[in-house]
C-alpha cells in the first residue's frame, strides 16, 4: 500500500537518507516535526514522532541491523520525543526507537545540562568534545577609527581649543558606525560611555571558528584561550598549564574508538572550560551536579546581588512583577545563580535540613529585604523541570509562602497579585500562587523557534499562542504539573519586565534559536496579555562581577563583536557550509528577536546586508 505519513516521502516509499560505506551507514537523523500540518506546533502538547523519524530508527535497527550506534553533535531529536524523564519504558518514544542497539553520543563539554537528558532519556554513553577556542573581539574598521579619537580626547586637555572639533569628529565616527544616534546633549558624559562601549565591545569574548573533533587549537588560539581563563578568579597558574599541555593533546579520538569497542570511558563534570579547566581531557562522560546542593551559599549571595542590578538598571520604579526564563544549563553551570536570583526578587531563600540537604524555601523578613516582594513569573527549560525537581518545588513553595504571608500589599506583590487572581478567576490562594510554569510531562521547548525557522507564522500573536499553549502547565509545591494557561495569561498581563542570564560567553543570544524562543517567547506573551512590551534585559554572569543589558543591547554587541566582525566569520568562512550555516543561524535567530520582541535596531540588519548581500565577493564566497 501507500507509504504512511508525508515527511521524506514519495508516497510509495519513506526515505532513510544516508550512505552506506561498507560496516558503516551515515545517517541524517531527520528533524522533529508533526505529519501534516505544521500550524499543529501551535496547540500540541505532545506529539508522536513522524513515519520517517520511526522508520529511521528501525532501519538502523533491523534492516542496517548496528552493533552501535553513534549520535554526531548536539540537540538530536531523540532525546526529545515524548515519555518518561527518567525511568524510560515501552511506552516511551526515545526508548521505542532506540530499543537495545549501544548509543554513544559525541556531545560538547558545555552543554552538561542536555547531555544529562541524552543519558537518562536515551541511555547514551556520552563522549564529550571541545567547544572552539575563545579569543578577544577586537576591533575592525570604523570601530578601530573610532577608537583612535576617544584615544585621543582622553589624552587632549579639557580646555584644549581643539576639544570641540575632536567631539564632531567622533560624533561623525560614532554616528557612522551606528553607536550614536543623534547630535550630543552632554559630550564629556557621552563620550565616557561611548569609550566604555568600545571597550566592552572589543574585550567581548568570542568563539573562534569551529572546533574540529579530534583536532586541536593552534598556538595562538590556546594562547588566547588560556589568557582568557587567566582573568577568571579561582582558575590557578597550576590549572592553566594542566589546560596548556591537555588542549594539544587529541583524547577525543582514542575516546570514540573505546567507546564503539564497548570499553569503558572516564566521567566528568561538564561545564565551560572559561570557569571550569577540569572538564579538560574531553573524550570523557559527562556528569551534572549533585542536586541537594544547589543553590550553593555563593550563588545565593551572589544571587541577591544580580537581583539587586538587575532592579537597579530598571530604574526607580521597582518592578512590581519579573518575568523570568530558568534553563538548566546556566544554573548547573553556576551552582543555581539564576534559581538564587528568583528567590531574591521575591525575597526569599533556601532552606537545608540538618544533612544540608536543600529541603524547600523561607522568606526574608521584611525588615531585613528593605524592599516590596517582587513578583516572579517563573518559565522553566523543559530540561530545568527534569534536571531540578527539588528546585522546581523549592520556587513554587517560596512563591506560595510570599503570597500567603501576612503583609501589606504594597509590600508584598506576589501576594498583592495572588489575592487579585484569586477573586478575578475565583480559584483558591494555592492555585492563585502558582508562578512556576513550563511545558506538559515529557514535552520540551516553546516551539516558537520552530515556528520562525519554517516560516509557518503570519502574525505576531500566534508566537505568543504557541508560547502559551507549550508552557501553560504550572507546577506546584508537590512539583505536579496542571495545565493553567488563564493564570499564566493573567500573571504575564502583570509583567513589566522580561529576564534571563547568559549561560556561557560561547552562546550568545543569537548563537542559537532558544534564547529568542524562551526569553522572546514570553517577551511576546507578555506583550500580548497586557497591550504593551515588557522590559527585555539580559543577565552576563560568564565574565568578572556582572551585568544587566537590555535585549537591544545585547543584540548589538553580539552584532559587532560576532556577525559583522571579520575576526569572527571569517574564522566560520574556513569551515565551509558548516561555516556558513552558522552565519545563517546568526541572521535567523536575530530576525527571532525581531519578531517576538521588536527590540532590534534596523542598522543591524543594514549591516548584515552591506556584508553578507550586497557585497558580490562574500556573496560568492557564501
Ligand atoms: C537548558 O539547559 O535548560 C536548555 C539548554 C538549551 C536550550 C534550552 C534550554
Ligand atoms: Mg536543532
Given amino acids: 500500500g501507500p507509504a504512511p505519513g508525508r515527511a521524506q516521502s514519495d508516497g510509495s516509499g519513506v526515505f532513510v537518507l544516508g550512505a552506506e560505506l561498507g560496516n558503516v551507514m551515515i545517517g541524517v537523523q531527520p528533524t522533529f516535526g508533526y505529519e501534516g500540518d505544521p500550524m499543529r506546533l501551535l496547540f500540541e502538547k505532545g506529539f508522536a514522532p513522524t513515519h520517517a523519524f520511526s522508520a529511521f530508527y528501525r532501519y538502523l535497527r533491523e534492516d542496517f541491523a548496528a552493533d552501535v550506534t553513534l549520535h554526531f553533535g548536539m540537540h538530536g531529536a531523540l532525546e526529545f520525543m515524548p515519555g518518561k524523564q527518567v525511568g524510560a519504558g515501552g ?88 553607536l550614536v544616534g543623534d547630535a550630543w546633549t552632554d559630550p564629556e558624559a557621552e563620550i565616557d560611555a561611548l569609550w566604555r562601549k568600545i571597550l566592552d565591545t ?71 572550560l572559561l570557569r571550569a579547566p577540569e572538564i579538560l581531557p574531553t573524550g570523557r562522560n559527562m556528569h551534572a551536579f549533585d542536586p541537594f546542593r544547589m543553590p550553593t551559599a555563593f550563588a545565593v549571595q551572589d544571587g541577591q546581588k544580580q537581583a539587586a542590578r538587575l532592579l537597579e538598571r530598571h530604574g526607580d520604579v521597582l518592578p512590581r512583577a519579573v518575568a523570568m526564563v530558568l534553563w538548566g544549563s546556566d544554573n548547573i553551570k553556576s551552582d543555581g545563580g539564576p534559581i538564587s536570583q528568583a528567590l531574591a526578587l521575591m525575597g526569599a531563600r533556601p532552606r537545608f535540613d540538618s544533612y544540608g540537604r536543600l529541603c524547600g524555601a523561607e522568606l526574608i523578613p521584611l525588615e531585613e529585604l528593605q524592599r516590596p516582594r517582587v513578583d516572579v513569573v517563573m518559565t522553566l527549560s523543559g530540561i530545568f523541570r527534569d534536571l531540578l525537581p527539588l528546585q522546581t518545588r523549592m520556587l513554587a513553595e517560596a512563591a506560595w509562602l510570599a503570597a500567603t504571608a501576612d503583609e501589606p500589599e504594597a509590600q508584598n506583590f506576589v501576594r498583592a497579585n495572588a489575592l487579585s487572581y484569586a477573586a478575578r478567576m475565583g480559584v483558591d490562594l494555592e492555585t492563585a500562587a502558582l508562578r512556576v510554569f513550563s511545558n506538559a510531562e515529557g514535552a520540551y521547548g516553546a516551539n516558537v523557534n520552530q515556528l520562525i525557522d519554517s516560516g509557518a507564522w503570519s502574525d505576531e500573536d500566534e508566537l505568543a499562542d504557541a508560547y502559551e499553549a507549550r508552557k501553560g502547565f504550572a507546577y506546584g509545591r508537590d512539583g505536579k504539573p496542571a495545565q493553567q494557561g488563564a493564570l499564566l495569561k493573567a500573571a504575564l498581563a502583570d509583567v513589566e519586565v522580561a529576564y534571563q542570564n547568559l549561560e556561557s560567553v560561547e552562546l550568545g543570544v543569537t548563537t542559537g534559536d532558544h534564547y529568542f524562543d524562551t526569553l522572546g517567547g514570553v517577551g511576546r506573551a507578555v506583550k500580548r496579555a497586557k497591550g504593551t512590551a515588557p522590559e527585555v534585559y539580559i543577565g552576563d554572569q560568564t565574565r568578572g562581577d556582572g ?24 574564522a566560520l568562512l574556513e569551515h565551509g557550509h558548516e561555516g556558513v550555516r552558522q552565519i545563517e543561524a546568526q541572521v535567523t535567530n536575530t530576525m527571532g528577536w525581531s519578531a517576538t520582541t521588536g527590540q532590534v535596531e534596523p542598522w543591524v540588519y543594514h549591516r548584515i546586508t552591506e556584508t553578507f548581500v550586497l557585497d558580490e565577493d562574500m556573496r560568492r564566497r557564501l
Avoid at 552538561?112 to 541524552?118: G, R, V
Avoid at 582568557?228 to 592553566?240: D, F, I, Q, S, Y
Avoid at 559587532?560 to 566569520?569: D, H, I, M, V
Fill in 547 to 570: 551585568k544587566v543589558r537590555t535585549l537591544t543591547e545585547q543584540v548589538a554587541l553580539e552584532t559587532r563583536t560576532r556577525a559583522l566582525n571579520p575576526t569572527f566569520y571569517e
Fill in 91 to 178: 511506552q516511551c518514544w526515545p526508548d521505542r526507537l532506540i530499543g537495545d542497539m549501544p548509543n554513544v553520543y559525541l556531545y560538547a563539554a558545555n552543554n552538561p545540562s542536555e547531555a544529562s537528558l541524552a543519558k537518562r532519556r536515551s541511555g547514551a554513553v556520552v563522549v564529550s568534545h571541545l567547544t572552539p577556542p575563545l579569543g578577544q573581539s577586537g576591533l575592525y574598521k570604523g570601530l578601530l577609527d573610532l577608537k583612535s579619537s576617544l584615544d585621543r580626547w582622553r589624552r587632549s586637555d579639557a580646555a584644549a581649543p581643539d576639544r570641540g572639533e575632536l567631539a564632531e569628529l567622533i560624533l561623525a565616527q560614532a554616528q557612522a558606525v551606528d
Fill in 202 to 272: 572589543e574585550q567581548a569574548l568570542i568563539p573562534q571558528g569551529l572546533h574540529v573533533v579530534g583536532g586541536t587549537p593552534n598556538p595562538m588560539e590556546v594562547a588566547g584561550q588560556l589568557s582568557a581563563m587567566a582573568e577568571v578568579e579561582g582558575n590557578t597558574p597550576e590549572a592553566l598549564e594542566r589546560a596548556a599541555t591537555l588542549l594539544v593533546q587529541d583524547h577525543e579520538t582514542p575516546a570514540l574508538l573505546r567507546a564503539l569497542g564497548g570499553r569503558f570511558i572516564r566521567p566528568v563534570p561538564g561545564g565551560d
